[in-house]
């Protein structure tokens, strides 16, 4: 009774300094928000009036557009005055602002002119939207399913009644991320998700992506028995996570880190015995 008792309130005392530096942790935070916001404002009044930088070819977005773009660019030439690289770093950011928006073959270049002026050149080419998406590979996963997780990063930038989205090649990437995600979530461990495979259709502004899916096999709790001088027995300790050992197994829902045998080979933790 007396080991229950200091292990309650050394929990107790755990509990209390955390709501104490969370309290603490939350004003900090709100202050630092500010403090960027303060920033960014002073940016982009900066990029709006600044005449050092001009842009020319730009039609998909206008003028004001690409100066809140690259606000903190700007912010620096204003600062520290225009040099080739901070030129090439403008240019750059500018390409990256088009791609983010679908323009894949947008291309951006600098003219530096009586060294205290900058010409923005571009180039914005076609946008591409985004066509079909095949996920290769996959059984236990519906596509809808993972349909949603590929085109999340996208489409959290555009309105849900947008019926097409502009292809963006590093959302994609960050898609099939989350897909893998997803079957590690769901206990496929062992899942890999390739690299996606990207075809062109340059004739109808359209880009289709493939993405490879290897799942492997789907890991489940198994026996779990509990060691040590416990209060409760195995049956009632195993009520408590019953829910949880119905789910697949995940190191998260273990809270054990996995193991592997000397040959390399993941060991087949749907017989995994836990110590608790």
């Not at 202050?31 to 600044?50: I, M």
């Not at 928006?101 to 009586?114: D, F, L, M, Q």
């Not at 290769?136 to 930038?157: I, M």
């Amino acid at each position: 009774m007396r080991r229950y008792r200091f292990f309650f309130l050394c929990n107790l005392a755990a509990a209390l300094e955390l709501a104490a530096q969370t309290a603490v942790d939350v004003p900090r935070a709100e202050e630092k928000q500010k403090q960027q916001n303060v920033v960014a404002k002073e940016q982009e009044k900066h990029a709006q009036a600044t005449t050092t930088v001009e842009f020319s070819g730009e039609q998909a977005f206008s003028e004001k557009d690409l100066r809140s773009a690259v606000k903190e660019q700007l912010a620096t030439v204003d600062r520290y005055g225009l040099t080739p690289a901070r030129a090439d770093d403008l240019a750059f950011f500018v390409e990256v602002f088009y791609r983010k928006h679908g323009y894949t073959k947008a291309s951006v270049h600098y003219k530096i002119e009586n060294r205290d002026r900058l010409r923005l050149e571009i180039n914005e080419g076609a946008l591409m939207n985004l066509g079909t998406i095949t996920f290769e590979g996959n059984s236990a996963e519906p596509t809808d399913k993972l349909f949603d997780f590929a085109v999340g990063p996208t489409r959290q930038r555009y309105s849900k009644l947008q019926r097409h989205l502009p292809f963006v090649a590093s959302d994609i990437q960050e898609g099939a991320d989350l897909v893998h995600r997803l079957y590690i979530a769901e206990g496929f461990l062992d899942a890999v998700v390739d690299q996606p495979r990207y075809t062109f259709h340059d004739e109808a502004n359209r880009v289709d992506v493939t993405i490879p899916i290897h799942e492997g096999r789907q890991y489940f709790f198994g026996n779990v028995s509990f060691h040590g001088q416990t209060i409760y027995g195995a049956d009632a300790l195993r009520g408590q996570i019953d829910d949880l050992l119905k789910q697949p197994f995940t190191d998260a829902a273990a809270g054990v880190r996995r193991h592997r045998s000397p040959s390399g080979k993941r060991r087949d933790f749907g017989r995994s015995t836990l110590s608790l």
